[in-house]
T-cell receptor, first 114, second 111 residues
């Protein structure tokens, strides 16, 4: 079975500070991993994805994530937070067998303080 | 290019009423999904389809039915709505080699 755990349902940072959102997965086979962002009253938008190529993945809006197999982690980072980054972020995993659907974490709401 | 369109965007139902949510995609995607989003629980898969005329159960299928008579449309039905079905519903679609694209969501309240 596959699952995704996001540590911290709420994260607050100051504008200009480092953003770190944590995601750990469990999977018995190599996974595909994704980060999605959801702005208020909107659908989910893809930030970045890992598909077994480079372990450091760069996404939109200055975000990146590093796949660490030994730690089963796929943490999302951004060097300098902007007010417009305030949103909810979801980590998701897809295994290429069976259901062919994404399994989502419970989400982390990012607040950016001025 | 509209992408994934969900209809309606908001709805209030009384307990026991029925309704159908429509999802339409114009990207010729093979796979389509219905998720529900509840606070602190992320998105949970209700039903999905891997092609026209096919459907399958996800994690939380009870109380819902789906149909995919046309490739571009995926309908989610509630036969007898319950307050526990108050949620935000998202439709998504993709091809095997693409990421999932999401609709804007349907906010459903069952009173």
């Amino acid at each position: 079975a596959q699952s995704v755990t996001q540590l911290g349902s709420h994260v607050s940072v100051s504008e200009g500070a480092l953003v770190l959102l944590r995601c750990n997965y469990s999977s018995s086979v190599p996974p595909y991993l994704f980060w999605y962002v959801q702005y208020p009253n909107q659908g989910l938008q893809l930030l970045l994805k890992y598909t077994s190529a480079a372990t450091l993945v760069k996404g939109i809006n200055g975000f990146e994530a590093e796949f660490k197999k030994s730690e089963t982690s796929f943490h999302l980072t951004k060097p300098s937070a902007h007010m417009s980054d305030a949103a909810e972020y979801f980590c998701a995993v897809k295994i290429d067998t069976g259901r062919r659907a994404l399994t989502f974490g419970s989400g982390t709401r990012l607040q950016v303080q001025p | 290019n509209a992408g994934v369109t969900q209809t309606p965007k908001f709805r209030v139902l009384k307990t026991g009423q029925s309704m159908t949510l429509l999802c339409a995609q114009d990207m010729n995607h093979e796979y389509m999904y219905w998720y529900r989003q509840d606070p602190g629980m992320g998105l949970r898969l209700i039903h999905y389809s891997v092609g026209e005329g096919t459907t399958a159960k996800g994690e939380v299928p009870d109380g819902y039915n789906v149909s995919r008579l046309k490739k571009q449309n995926f309908l989610l039905g509630l036969e007898s709505a319950a307050p526990s079905q108050t949620s935000v519903y998202f439709c998504a679609s993709r091809n095997p080699d693409t990421e999932a694209f999401f609709g804007q969501g349907t906010r459903l309240t069952v009173v």
